[in-house]
């Protein structure tokens, strides 16, 4: 292999604020916060901020739930195949950890930082295990025409390792961006009003009752007679206890200090919150703005979880399957959301249209097959009649025996 290599790098890491396209990391903006309480301090990594890994954990739990299921391409269409290649795939794909946490890695890292390599351990033609990798301590070179991957002191071609790719770059197409440039300002925006927002909790510039006195502007000005002239009007020994004023000398008005509300602080915050959501494709009352929608959810699931799965499911089926009839799939079925009588409905249209039989029926309910006569017949009308003898129903035969 070759070793030699070229100034275009790529890390896979990535900041707010922080560009990192070429291996020189160029600062785009960062908060420099010296006394003022107002400025967040320094910088926050993208996969740091609770908003965005909010939204990165809600699709990659989504994505991680989905069945992967080994498809083969038959005469009539395609079929499952359950061996145990499929098992291995769909269920300890990983030796430390179950499927659902594995691609829940995978998902998580494509996310949040464009990227997420895993590396196969193969015996022959045998899948041992797949090791997630390290998605910050992986570097992306280009060699010629195609591209190798640093991870540590270790170089390899892409060929050996499964690489997911999301978002490719535009001169990189190797390697993904993921949704960093369209969230990356508001992100910005987002911790600065954060931090606008617990600096004014916490500041002291909020006075809930403003005393107008008879006094000289230079008694005023000193803080021990201040005190004094207050504690004469006001001063009492007892909680509760009524004060006794001057009348004409003294003129007391509360105040309503400036709000959050005042400074539209909250309704920032929430437009925020709505547009990284919608830049990840997330439906605003899934991170808490706004009520739940069936329409937008099961669009959300066939665009981007599925798009996402596509991603996945090419990549291992291009590394590791070697059958050209073969491939993975994800079953998205489980995560679309319909109501009991919508379902019951389906069933039973495909049922009495003979493309389902009964048991595959109960399925849908997760109730178990029975083993009854005519179960598992597929059977067409009212009265259920075999796929197979559609063609012998008595007012079918009368009327060809009239014609005659």
Known sequence: MSKKRNNNRTRADTNIGTGDTTGTQTTLAYFLSGNDELLPTGYTRLSKNEEVVKCANIIADLVSSMTIML??????????????????????????????????????DMVLHGNSVVYPEVSGTFINNLKPIDINKCSFYESGLEYEIRYGSTIFNQGELLHFVLVPKEDEPWVGEGYKSTIIETVNTLIQANATKKGFLRSKWKPSIIISINSDIEELQDK?????????????????????????????????????????????????????????????????????????????????????????????????????????????????????????????????????????????????????????????????????????????????????
């Open 71 to 108: 498809m083969a391409n038959g005469e009539n269409g395609d079929y499952r195949v359950k061996n145990e290649l499929s098992k291995k795939i769909d269920v300890y794909p990983c030796s430390y950890m179950n499927r659902k946490n594995f691609i829940f890695k995978i998902v998580k």
């Open 224 to 404: 021990d007679k201040r005190e004094k002239i207050l504690g004469s009007y006001v001063g009492s020994s007892e909680a509760g206890e009524p004060w006794l004023i001057p009348t004409g000398e003294i003129d007391v008005k509360t105040i309503q200090p400036l709000s959050l509300n005042d400074l539209a602080i909250q309704d920032s915050i929430t437009l925020d919150k709505r547009t990284i959501a919608s830049a990840f494709g997330i439906p605003p009352f899934m991170v808490g703005i706004g009520d739940f929608n069936k329409d937008a959810y099961n669009n959300f699931i066939s665009t981007t979880i599925m798009s996402i799965a596509i991603i996945i499911q090419q990549e291992l089926t291009r590394k590791l399957l070697y059958s050209p009839d073969m491939y993975f799939k994800f079953n998205p079925k489980s995560l679309m959301q319909y109501n009991l009588s919508e379902k019951v409905g389906f069933v039973k249209e495909m049922v009495s249209g003979g493309m389902m039989n009964r048991n595959e029926g109960r399925s849908e309910f997760d109730y178990s097959p029975v083993d009854n006569v005519g179960m598992n017949d597929f059977v067409v009308l009212e009265n259920y009649i075999p796929v197979s003898k559609v063609g012998e129903q008595k007012k079918l035969t009368e009327g060809e025996i009239k014609n005659e």
